[in-house]
Structures are given as C-alpha cells and as structure tokens.
C-alpha cells in the first residue's frame, strides 16, 4: 500500500475512534493516540518504517513526543520533532498548549529541542469536528473536503506560538484557518513538499519555498545517523550521540520513528 494511503486510512480510524469516545464517554488521551497510530503505521508499512525505543534513563529528559525521520538515501532524510494534542471536543480548544513541563512551556522544549537538533518543529493534531468546522478548515490541494482527514493535521511551531501569546487564539477554528495547518497525509501527498524532499536535485527552487511550508530553513540529511540506522535493525537505541542529539540542551525523544519514503515513487 502506497505511504499516502496508509496515511489516510490512519486519519480515519483516528476520526472514529475519537467520534466514538464522545458517544460512548471513554477519554482518552494524545499519548495513547500516538501509540495507536505508530503502532498501526507500523502494522501497514512494515518493510520500510520502524519504531525505535529510547533508552530509558533518558526518561525525565524527553523534549518531545516523537522524532520523525522521513525520506531516503536516495532522495534526503528530514528530520521532524513532533509534539502530539488532542483537540477538547466539547469546547473546540487545545487545553494542553500552554502546558508545563516543571517551569518551562512544553513549546520552548519542542523549539530548543529542535534548534539544538536541526530538526523542524511540528505540532500534530487530533481532531473530530462537526462537517461546518471542517469545511472552514480544510486547506489541503485537493478541493473536495474529506472530513475524516482532518483526524491528523499538523502544523509548524510558529502558528501554535502566535496561538498561545493571543486569548481566544488556541482553538481548532483559529489555527486550522493557516494555510500552514494540513492534513497529515500532505507530507507525503502534495507535490510541493516533494519538491522540498528532492530540493538538493532542484536548486532552483527558492527558500520561500521551505519557509512557506514548515516555517524556517530545513536540513536534509543523506544519511541517517549510525545509531538510528543501527537501531532500524534492532528497534531500540541504546545511546544518543552528541553529534546528533545535542548534549548540552539535555532533551531527547520519547521515541524515533523511521519512514522510508521515496517521493518520486509515490507523489505522482
């Protein structure tokens, strides 16, 4: 099964799943989600994408809810460091934005994390609104809605920023009204983020490009790191290098999630 359809198809059990929580009044919450969802990623793509486990000791250091390792040798590796939220139904409003980790807003560890790390900071959504709200938000290059696509949108870093320094701001109305806030399934469906994947074989192509898309500047890596690759063998890693994961700002990843992805085979 092709990546994008895999994708998709998540997104729809992620929108049942939280349509049928209301009903029948079971919460639950943005980490079992996550492990559902990269669970069942896993189950779907099983030749070319691995869960890797972190090691344990760095358990009260973790600075984000997974790291994602999308790409291929071929093409280039991004590399995105991603913080989860489920969306509070009833109200409509992402409850845990501002949220804490000690003294510290969970947004300033996802950025320092990723600044530290050359990784692009990503917000991912979970979501189940009503057919208005969806209509209002959808964003994606397709032009028909598709509701259940909107069960996982992700959006960068700045977009929550501008949400959490403005009241009223955090809800799904206001940050789904960016053009920056897609479907998930767009990282690996639309033309112009193959574009970003290849942009090494397309130097024309302008920044803005890039900014416009993930907001900042993006490495691309034509090589996973030893220990990830060493861990796409074994599932686990048993250390973070510092060439690779920054020592001094002391944050790792609750776990590392490796797609491989070649644009040219599946973005038509």
């Known amino acids: 099964m092709i990546l994008i359809s895999v994708l998709e198809n998540l997104a729809v059990d992620t929108w049942e799943r939280l349509r049928d929580s209301r009903?029948?009044?079971?919460n639950f919450g943005e980490e079992t989600i996550t492990d559902l969802l990269l669970m069942d990623l896993k189950r779907k793509r099983p030749s070319t994408s691995r869960i890797i486990q972190t090691p344990k000791t760095k358990e009260k250091d973790k600075g984000t809810d997974w790291e994602w390792w999308i790409g291929s040798d071929r093409t280039s590796w991004i590399r995105f460091a991603v913080q989860a939220k489920k969306l509070h139904i009833d109200s409509g409003r992402y409850n845990g934005l501002s949220h804490?980790?000690?003294s510290t807003l969970q947004i300033d560890l996802l950025e320092r994390y990723a600044s530290a790390n050359d990784a692009v900071p990503l917000y991912?959504?979970?979501n189940y609104v009503n057919p208005a709200s969806a209509t209002m938000a959808w964003r994606c290059c397709q032009t028909q809605v598709n509701e259940p696509q909107l069960a996982c949108t992700i959006t960068p870093l700045k977009i929550v920023r501008a949400a959490i320094a403005v009241r009223g701001k955090?809800?799904?109305?206001s940050i789904h009204s960016h053009p920056e806030t897609l479907p998930w399934r767009c990282l690996v469906g639309c033309t112009r983020f193959k574009q970003v994947y290849t942009l090494d074989q397309n130097p024309a192509i302008p920044d803005k490009l890039v900014e416009s898309i993930f907001g900042k500047d993006i490495r691309r890596y034509d090589r996973l790191p030893a220990e990830v690759q060493a861990g796409r063998i074994s599932g686990k890693m048993d250390r973070f290098s510092p060439g690779f994961y920054n020592d001094n700002v002391r944050l790792f990843p609750r776990r590392v999630f490796v797609l491989e992805f070649d644009p040219d085979m599946e973005i038509g």
Do not use: N
């Open 23 to 26: 009903a029948l009044e079971i």
């Open 100 to 102: 804490k980790v000690g």
């Open 124 to 126: 991912c959504f979970y």
């Open 170 to 173: 955090k809800s799904f109305s």
